[in-house]
């Protein structure tokens, strides 16, 4: 028998998957649809290895989504990736090694977040400007550091990461743990509150502030750590490597259900649309299908997935 | 009175937005278990005075007294600490959030950092009991119609147990039973000491259980008084009270009797069933408060939202040229009726585009395809901004213009169709004086050249003054059309608060 309060908590939960069926049964389809056609994948190894391939779309999507819940949006997160995984392989030579470089990546997400925060939060500039002129910021900071890949990361690192295994599947769950945490704080639930009114919660005596600052750092600690992350798989670091991620995260969240004016989605949509991603690019590669066919597929089928509860509201009005 | 110390109380404050003052020296004094009355006209400066007693605006001179001690700066965090509680009318909650976390938000019980969702669906639980507030406390507030939100507007008051209780117009959403709960609730809540200030254009409602009213006419208290011995026409007269200044040119009519528009059985969305003419050369003014379905209806008149009629007929040269409503914007200005919004900034000009492109704007409509004539069109421009005395280089942006100039641009832009028929919606609405008389004597030429002119207005006094007739809105029906002789500032307020045949009360629905 649940308490009084665990009751609440889980019926709250409960209806944050409304409007989220759509995405849930489409990615059902194209899940068995990858496991019929590859059954391999359904083997320890594979899903680890896919796992992997998944993971730094799901955190950069994590990343976005959590800026986005507060009426924000993120078009730094590429670069912000390629920076991170720069100072990871650069760092992590130097003398404190792994733990110089991970004291180095939580200084650089908390750094930029709190920057991209006050110009938002305090300075009241539109995020969208702000985070289009820090990607540019970035990158030139990341090609200054390494104008080519290179650096190193320790392969203990790298196996420990992204060998066989099943690390990212655990780090996802730990992730998903904490998020859960986070938004039963009045910081988490002060997400929602701000991106759908903030001046009403500013009324109820939320500290909107302190709310975006610390979406905006989170966020990008977030984005930092994917860094270390790719950097990890690659086995060195590379001012590039982060660039189609951006777009990614912002069409995971989309396909999601996460709202352009915040308070609206919920973080499992965001997951859940990165992973459709994933499937779709796995699929299509294994039939071997061009690139660009598959960038073609991928839009459509981010469309199609937007416009289904739609469609479907339109026609109950219709009716 | 005056023996008790007030909890909460401002003392001689003093508010002014971008130099324009919407407070002035304004004292009140709230005493626990005592239920004060704030009265006065849209724009008379409540929501301001609101906001400084709750901490969410400061004031720029004078003092918040929480008991009789002067606060430095009052913020919202801190008013909720002292226990002041204000529902809004304009709803502080946030739709995608449940309704337990709303009621707590900003205030939850917490345990080690994380939310404590067992006392806080203890505590939520028993205000929705007192509030019979029998929706799932898991369901999202977004999902709720209007009222209900309210409710839970109001038991998120409650919920930080308040000594001070501040209600904007609790009941303007609400349906029956739900004030006769609140109305309830709100005598309980006196009875254990809170101190509440109610804000409410229903008089009945006023004279019905508060003791003590103040009264803000254009940012100064007018009365401040008990309410014994004061009707529904005392409190009307306290409202109103001022000198009309000599600030409208002299009235003359030059309604010519010859009908242009006619419609009966109007419908669009929040006006019901409005039976409406009106003639070449008439000044029609439109009254009610903000929100009763006559913005609905002129929105509807001219094909900006979906309307329906029973009979619809617009004239040309005397000759019923039509016989449904609009259904798009085009169609009506091509017929003639062309409206100027009440929001110049986002409806009625392009800010950063010339003074001269802004009044060039309704014309390109009907030439599409024709290349533009710099001579023509400067010749056009210059005979425009002579008829509303718009002065200076017109190649400057509309958004260099003050607010008054702006209005006048939007205004005479549509001159350039030679509409038949202009819908006005509060034209003089943050205007200075100055431009005010500007565009009441343009009203005035207008109407003496045969245009017929339909004055939406929240300044009353520019209905009873300019108008040939007024139609005063309530609850989204014509409560009252009066003519010019009968309309008085008293009259029309009546009307619109639903008060009706004085001096007794009846009419009024709770």
């Given at each position: ?5 665990a009751?609440?908590y ?11 069926g ?17 059954p ?9 290895k ?22 924000g949006?993120?078009?730094s ?7 991170g995984?720069?100072?990871?392989a ?20 908390t750094g930029?977040?709190?920057?991209v ?9 539109p995020?969208i ?9 970035l ?9 080519r ?12 990461l992204?060998?066989?295994?099943p690390?990212a599947?655990f ?11 986070y938004q ?10 701000v991106?759908?009114?903030a ?5 109820s005596g939320?500290s909107?502030t302190?709310v ?16 270390l ?5 690659t ?17 995971a ?14 973080m ?9 991603m994933?499937?779709l690019?796995?699929v ?5 299908l ?17 416009s289904?509860?739609?469609?479907r ?7 | ?28 004094e ?12 849209n ?13 969410t ?9 929480v008991?009789?001690h ?16 204000v ?5 502080s ?5 449940s ?13 080690g950092?994380i ?6 669906a ?16 898991d369901m ?18 409650l919920?930080?147990?308040?000594r ?11 349906s029956?039973?739900?004030v006769?709960i ?16 109610y ?10 259980f ?11 208290v ?21 000198d009309?200044r000599?600030?409208f ?5 030059r ?5 242009v ?20 050369g ?29 009979e ?29 919004p009440?929001?110049?900034?986002k ?24 290349r ?33 100039n ?15 028929v202009?819908?006005?919606?509060d ?17 005035r ?21 300019l ?24 009259a029309?307020?009546?009307?619109a ?9 009846e009419?009024e629905?709770?």
């Amino acid at each position: 028998m649940l308490g009084q309060g665990a009751r609440l908590y889980w019926a709250i939960q409960w209806r944050r998957n409304e409007g989220l069926g759509a995405l849930f049964l489409v990615l059902v389809v194209f899940a068995v649809i990858y496991a019929g056609l590859f059954p391999g994948i359904l083997a320890v190894g594979a899903m680890a290895k896919f796992v992997q391939g998944w993971f730094p779309t799901a955190m950069v999507a994590a990343a976005e989504t959590i800026v986005m819940l507060t009426g924000g949006i993120d078009l730094s997160v590429g670069p912000m990736v390629s920076l991170g995984s720069v100072v990871a392989a650069s760092t992590m030579q130097g003398p404190l090694g792994i733990l110089g470089g991970v004291l180095a990546l939580l200084a650089l997400g908390t750094g930029v977040g709190a920057i991209v925060g006050a110009f938002v939060a305090i300075g009241r500039y539109p995020a969208i400007i702000v985070t289009l002129a820090l990607s540019f910021v970035l990158r030139g900071v990341a090609l200054l550091i390494m104008p080519r890949p290179g650096g190193f990361v320790p392969p203990s690192l790298s196996e420990f990461l992204a060998g066989s295994h099943p690390t990212a599947a655990f780090l996802l769950v730990l992730l998903i743990i904490l998020w859960k945490l986070y938004q039963a704080t009045p910081l988490g639930i002060g997400l929602i509150a701000v991106g759908d009114n903030a001046e009403g919660a500013y009324r109820s005596g939320v500290s909107v502030t302190t709310v975006r600052m610390s979406a905006y750092i989170l966020s990008a600690n977030l984005q930092a750590f994917t860094g270390l992350y790719v950097a990890a798989q690659t086995g060195s670091g590379d001012p590039l490597i982060g660039e189609p991620l951006t777009l990614a995260a912002i069409a995971a969240a989309v396909l999601g259900g996460v709202g352009f004016l915040g308070g609206q989605g919920a973080m499992r949509g965001a997951l859940a649309g990165s992973l459709l991603m994933s499937i779709l690019i796995n699929v299509m590669f294994f039939m071997g299908l061009p690139l660009v066919a598959q960038y073609v597929v991928q839009g459509l089928i981010i469309v199609a997935t937007v416009s289904l509860p739609l469609i479907r509201t339109s026609l109950r009005r219709a009716s | 009175m005056g023996v008790q110390q007030a909890v909460l109380g401002a003392r001689s404050v003093s508010k002014a937005f971008f130099g324009n003052p919407v407070l002035r020296e304004v004292s009140i004094e709230l005493v626990a278990g005592r239920i004060h009355a704030l009265l006065g006209e849209n724009g008379a400066g409540k929501s301001t005075l609101i906001n400084l007693l709750s901490g969410t605006l400061r004031p720029d001179s004078g003092d918040i007294l929480v008991d009789g001690h002067p606060i430095a700066s009052l913020t919202p965090q801190e008013a909720h600490a002292l226990g002041i509680a204000v529902v809004q009318q304009e709803l502080s909650l946030a739709p995608h959030l449940s309704i337990a976390e709303n009621i707590g938000l900003g205030a939850y019980p917490r345990r080690g950092g994380i939310v404590d969702y067992g006392r806080l669906a203890a505590a939520v639980a028993e205000i929705a009991k007192e509030l019979e507030l029998i929706e799932p406390l898991d369901m999202a507030v977004g999902r709720l119609p209007l009222g209900r939100r309210q409710i839970v507007e109001i038991a998120k008051a409650l919920y930080i147990k308040p000594r001070v209780l501040i209600l904007d117009e609790p009941t303007s959403s609400l349906s029956a039973p739900d004030v006769a709960i609140l109305m309830k609730l709100v005598r309980r809540l006196r009875d254990r000491g809170v101190a509440i200030l109610y804000i409410s254009h229903r008089l009945n409602e006023i004279l019905d259980f508060c003791e003590t009213v103040t009264v803000l006419k254009d940012g100064s208290v007018t009365a401040d008084r008990p309410l014994a011995g004061l009707g529904p026409n005392g409190l009307v007269r306290l409202m109103v009270g001022r000198d009309p200044r000599n600030l409208f040119p002299p009235y003359a009519s030059r309604s010519t009797g010859a009908l242009v528009l006619e419609t009966k059985g109007f419908r669009a969305a929040g006006a019901i069933d409005v039976d409406f003419e009106l003639c070449r050369g008439e000044i029609l003014g439109i009254g009610g408060l903000v929100g009763h379905g006559q913005e609905d209806f002129m929105m509807g008149l001219y094909g900006a939202i979906r309307a329906e009629a029973e009979e619809f007929r617009v004239f040309a040269d005397g000759v019923a040229a039509r016989s449904a409503p609009f259904a798009t914007v085009a169609e009506a200005n091509a017929a003639g009726i062309a409206y100027v919004p009440a929001d110049r900034r986002k409806e009625g000009l392009l800010l950063p585009h010339s003074i001269d492109f802004n009044l060039l704007l309704p014309l390109f409509a009907s030439r599409s395809l024709e290349r533009r004539r710099g001579v023509e069109e400067t010749a056009i421009t210059e005979r425009l901004a002579q008829r509303l005395n718009i002065r200076g280089d017109r190649r400057r942006p509309a958004q260099a213009l003050s607010g008054g100039n702006q209005q006048k641009v939007a205004l005479s832009k549509w001159l350039a169709l030679e509409p038949s028929v202009l819908l006005l919606n509060d034209p003089t609405r943050g205007v200075d004086v100055e431009t005010k008389r500007e565009i009441y004597l343009a009203l005035r030429a207008m109407a003496a050249e045969g245009k017929a002119v339909v004055l939406l207005s929240s300044d009353t006094p520019e209905l009873v003054h300019l108008c040939d007739r007024v139609m005063v809105f309530n609850k989204g029906r014509v409560a009252a059309t009066l003519p010019h002789v009968e309309a008085s500032e008293e009259a029309i307020v009546a009307a619109a608060m639903g008060v009706r045949n004085a001096p007794t009360l009846e009419g009024e629905p709770v």
